[in-house]
Structure formats: structure tokens, C-alpha cells
């Protein structure tokens, strides 16, 4: 199941609508925990003769790293993250959300730059066009956590080691 966002602009004016008042459990305040297991994971495939990386963690000013570890503190007890000891990892930061809150975010550059990049051409514009001829009525979502929806290979998930005491990702 996917979890659906509701922003505070938008949250009176969808309360009213029939379907999100009939399942009230798909537009959550949060996202409670790991999704589902589905048939699709996120894997990280790595060029050959890749080894591990470890890039040392960002600076914090003391304030950081108390919301830091809230945020971290939330993750594990939602079991989306859990304590590791992997060789690899990837220093974080918090990004200041236009609402005042903070988001974390993990720089994964350097094991960007192991990963094999994919490859297929992106579509004309024209085609996409195409292909709405016709249409009358068109949705737009905007996943809550949309990093937290889904799951990790299990043989990849040493690989999005985070830093701050070292915990791996499941999302």
C-alpha cells in the first residue's frame, strides 16, 4: 500500500471528499512503519571490482544533532533503520522544510558514483502527449515519505549505511 500526503493547504478541502473519508488508513499522518512485501525491491547494482565506501559524517551544530537523533530515534521504531557495523557509509544532513521542520537526508554520492548508471532514453514530449489525446480527467499524488515506500534487496542494505552511530536503511 501506498501512503498518499496531505498538506496542511490541502487537508480541508480533501476532508470532504467521499473516498478519503470512506479509507481514512491510506492518508495517514505518518507512515507507520516498513510497507508490505511486494514482488518488486530497490536494488543497488554496483560496477565491477567495486569496493566499499565510508565518507565521515558532516559536522553538526549541537541543536542538528539532537533533532538528528529524534529522527533516527522515529526510524528505528518504526524499524526502518537498525544499528550496523557495515564498512560502508554515507554522511547526513538535515534539510530545513518550508514548514520549519527538518528532513534527513543521506548524501550518497559516493556510492553514486559506483553504481551502474541505467540507461534507456527518455520519451518526446510529443509522444507523452499523444498518449493523454482524449483524456478529461487527470489525478496528481504526492507520496508521504515517498523514500519509505519501498523495500531494500536485502543483500543491498549494508550498502545505505547512514551516519550518526551507523544504521542501515530497509527503505
Not at 34 to 59: H, N
Not at 60 to 81: F, H, R
Not at 117 to 128: E, Q
Request: hydrophobic letters at 40%; charged letters at 25%; one cysteine or more.
Amino acid at each position: 500500500m501506498l501512503f498518499a500526503a496531505l498538506s496542511i493547504e490541502t487537508e480541508r478541502a480533501i476532508t470532504g471528499i467521499e473516498i478519503v473519508s470512506e479509507f481514512p488508513e491510506v492518508f495517514p499522518d505518518d507512515v507507520p512503519g516498513l510497507p508490505p512485501m511486494r514482488d518488486v525491491e530497490f536494488s543497488i547494482d554496483l560496477v565491477p571490482g567495486a569496493g566499499s565506501v565510508s565518507v565521515a559524517p558532516y559536522r553538526m551544530a549541537p541543536a542538528e544533532l539532537v533533532e538528528l537523533k529524534t529522527q533516527i530515534e522515529d526510524l528505528l521504531g518504526k524499524q526502518m533503520v537498525r544499528p550496523s557495523v557495515s564498512p560502508w557509509g554515507a554522511p547526513v544532513l538535515l534539510v530545513k522544510k518550508k514548514d520549519g521542520g527538518a528532513r534527513l537526508c543521506v548524501d550518497y554520492q559516493q556510492l553514486n558514483k559506483l553504481t551502474i548508471k541505467n540507461k534507456y532514453p527518455l520519451p518526446r514530449i510529443n509522444d507523452l502527449m499523444d498518449q493523454l489525446r482524449g483524456a478529461s480527467i487527470f489525478s496528481k499524488i504526492d507520496l508521504r515519505s515517498g523514500y519509505h515506500q519501498i523495500r531494500v534487496k536485502e543483500s543491498d542494505i549494508r550498502r545505505l549505511l547512514l551516519g550518526l552511530g551507523y544504521y542501515q536503511r530497509f527503505i
